[in-house]
């Protein structure tokens, strides 16, 4: 009997090692599968940028504001080098936790984040990084409620993960302006903005852009 008990000790351990490596190989697999998601979702949004930059590139370029309207519009977004003199003095658009940098590899492995992931409280405010108009406003898979605004000069920023979007397409944003609220529509554990920089559609570290106080 005591030979019996130790087979089947035996064979139970066995049964227990199949198993634990079949739920390996299932999450090796979804890891794959979230993999091919990601890389699915990026290429999905270098399409959507390219067909707006596109439509942005064959609208005519609006006249230069006179006086008075250049203190309505602190930042020009057809004045030539107007975006770039916020090299380095631009604010985080949202207060909170820097926890995935550009360049860092995610989790689930196989990519890198191509921006910002910043912890926040949903509904907190996301603010424009600066002035220019809102070419995207919807949900895209992978991104969730995602605005995209171009500043001009080939520069875009994008705010994703949003829980609400309170600018339309066309709109006019100013620097520091309410543009959305803080949530986890992206599909992300929790809740936090998703931020790009991009120029001629590239993704760029914005850290670089940003005012480091």
Known sequence: RARVTHKQQLEQEQLTRRQELALISKEVDAQRRDIGDLQRDEERLAKLLERIEKIVASKPKAPAPGR????????????????????????????????????????????????????????????????????????????????????????????????????QVGEAVARGERVAAVGNSGGNAGSGLYFEMRYRGKPFDPMGWLNPK
């Open 68 to 167: 008075d309207e250049e203190r309505d519009q602190p930042l020009s977004r057809h004045r030539s080098g107007a975006f770039e003199q916020f090299k380095g003095k631009l604010n985080l658009p949202v207060q909170g936790e820097l926890a995935h940098r550009f360049g860092s590899p995610r989790p689930d492995g196989g990519t890198v984040w191509r921006g910002l992931f910043i912890q926040a409280g949903s509904g907190q405010a996301v603010q424009a990084i600066a002035s220019g108009r809102v070419v995207f406003a919807d949900w895209l898979r992978g991104f969730g409620n995602l605005m995209i605004v171009d500043h001009g000069e080939n520069y875009m920023s994008l705010y994703g993960n949003n829980e609400t979007l309170y600018k």
